[in-house]
């Protein structure tokens, strides 16, 4: 009898793949997800606050405040958990918990020096012609500078500021090396790998597919697109030449500043989403000088408070970046989730591919002739311009990919490297502050690859809508019913539950290559 017993429950236990877990355990584990979310809540609100109102960042005094919740201890009870738990979704649940209790180590060790590097940089002024201007209106104004040289003077201002947040950077970057190392893990990219589920070799291949596959077209649309919006050709285009590249004024009497607002209203209504009515979404467009330039979503408290940050320099950029950041907060409104981890711990590759599927609406050439004015000619070059657009910024990302691997790598003299990476992809001369930005120019835990995955998986989603729901698939209910089915499911979805829900395997560059090249059929004259 005793030998059927101890059999039994061998089989129990190779059966469920764990030992029995104790009701403390659990308890413990439920009063860390209570933690967290208060803790999200308050980083959120403070975040916010820096962004919108320049006030000071102290995101060590909340972490001083949470001091044991981010502890070994903490994070081999809930490994220990999530190894032994049998149910597929309580286990997801655990992977993010444990995710981000392990970011939060790293997060926590380095609270110090990125509290100091947000404040410097919302306080930071530099000296231009004898005046003093605050840093984050530096990008405003290289976008709106029409002399060459001055904008040269106005992008190596910046060097100074650029200097000191490079320190920290690097002072942060090693503290996120050491601890990776003590946490157990062989590198820090190989930490990132585990935790995000993404494979950097992977992402590499990615990165090398779009920018091979897009070579040709990108260098002969350049000089072209230099010709028509700038006085610049390819000889005499640096980097500090985007932004008056990017924020040229042809257009901007097709995106008046004062029907922006009505304008998202207006498409998602037509999806069937009367955002007017969300009385859990505040958009903040106040210009303020301490304000950030960034447009940013903020989750507060997901999903009864979400607000949006945007600060309008006028044109087509700010309807681009007021339907990204909305595309994120859908999401966030609309999750019926209750756990904590679906609420707010997902990784980013769906969000992100929410907001581009949203933002590209406005290069969306039936979109445009349903809500612009443009003539056919102005929306021929406008199409055609986007297309570059938006060229020019998955190769400036297929560039960050693979730099971010060489910096976090160890490899000498990475300025260098980051430079001529970003020169090669994008055709632009250097100059020696461009290395300046080698250090500050690189998202936080590989958040260049969720972007690089989500601008591919949105293609490969916008398809889908094409295909299912006809090439004016915005102006569906049914696509909108679709989608709020998506964002109900909040980050409890994942990249691989949407590829299977649109019929794809594997994330890829195929339809974003194809999109590109339709954009560029119809632009032809």
């Known amino acids: 009898m005793k030998q059927i017993l101890i059999a039994w429950v061998v089989a129990a236990t190779l059966l469920t793949g764990c030992a029995p877990r104790h009701p403390k355990d659990l308890r413990d584990i439920d009063s860390l997800r209570v933690e967290i979310e208060g803790l999200v809540h308050e980083q959120s609100l403070m975040e916010y606050n820096g962004w919108v109102y320049g006030r ?8 001083r405040a949470h001091q044991g919740l981010f502890s070994r201890e903490n994070l081999d009870l809930v490994t220990r958990a999530w190894k032994e738990e049998p149910d597929s979704v309580q286990r997801q649940r655990l992977a993010y918990l444990r995710r981000h209790l392990t970011l939060g180590i790293l997060a926590k060790g380095a609270a110090p020096l990125t509290d100091r590097a947000s404040t410097y940089e919302g306080q930071a002024s530099v000296s231009f012609d004898g005046s003093s201007i605050p840093y984050r209106q530096l990008a405003s104004m290289l976008a709106n500078e029409r ?13 100074v500021v650029f200097d000191s947040l490079s320190s920290l950077a690097r002072q942060t970057n090693t503290s996120y090396y050491r601890l990776a190392s003590d ?5 820090y990219s190989r930490m990132v790998e585990e935790l995000k589920g993404f ?15 897009t070579d040709s077209m990108y260098f002969l649309l350049l000089p072209n697109i230099l010709s028509h919006y700038t006085d610049l050709d390819t000889s005499r285009f640096f980097r500090y030449d985007t932004g008056v590249l990017f924020r040229n004024r042809l257009f901007d009497p097709y995106f008046p500043k004062a029907n922006l607002i009505s304008s998202v209203y207006e498409t998602y209504r037509s999806l069937g989403l009367d955002l007017s009515a969300q009385k859990n979404l505040l958009i903040d467009t106040t210009e303020r000088p301490e304000k950030s330039p960034r447009a940013a979503c903020f989750a507060i408290d ?16 700010d309807y681009a970046a007021l339907f990204h950041e909305v595309g994120h907060a859908e999401q966030y409104a609309n999750t019926t989730e209750h756990a904590m981890e679906f609420k707010y711990l997902g990784v980013s590759t769906l969000t992100e591919t929410y907001a581009f599927l949203s933002e590209y609406l406005c290069c969306n050439p039936s979109w445009l002739r349903l809500r612009s004015s443009m003539p056919v000619p102005a929306l021929k070059d406008y199409v055609q311009f986007q297309a570059f657009y938006r060229l020019y910024y998955v190769r400036r990302y297929c560039a960050k990919v693979l730099y971010e691997q060489q910096l976090h790598g160890g490899a000498a003299r990475a300025e260098k490297i980051y430079a001529e990476l970003l020169s090669h992809a994008l055709g632009y001369k250097q100059v020696l502050s461009d290395e300046k930005r080698f250090l500050v120019d690189v998202d936080p835990h590989y958040y260049s690859v969720e972007y690089l995955r989500a601008w ?5 989603l916008n398809r889908w809508l094409s295909m299912t729901y006809g090439s004016n698939w915005f102006e569906s209910p049914s696509a909108g019913a679709f989608l709020r089915s998506l964002w109900a499911k909040g980050d409890r979805l994942t990249a691989d539950d949407l590829l299977a829900a649109i019929g794809e395997k594997n994330i890829s560059a195929g339809a974003w290559i194809t999109t590109i090249n339709d954009m560029l059929r119809f632009s032809s004259r």
């Open 183 to 187: 946490l157990g893990y062989p590198s």
């Open 199 to 213: 494979s950097l070799g992977e992402a590499s291949l990615l990165a090398e597919t779009a920018l091979a596959a």
């Open 302 to 317: 997901v999903p009864d408070d979400i607000r949006l940050s945007i600060k309008p320099n006028g044109g087509f950029d």
């Open 456 to 460: 591919f998986l949105e293609a490969q």
């Open 56 to 63: 000071p960042s102290n995101q060590d005094s909340l972490y």
């Open 147 to 159: 002399d060459p040289n001055r904008r040269l003077k106005l992008y190596s201002a910046a060097d």
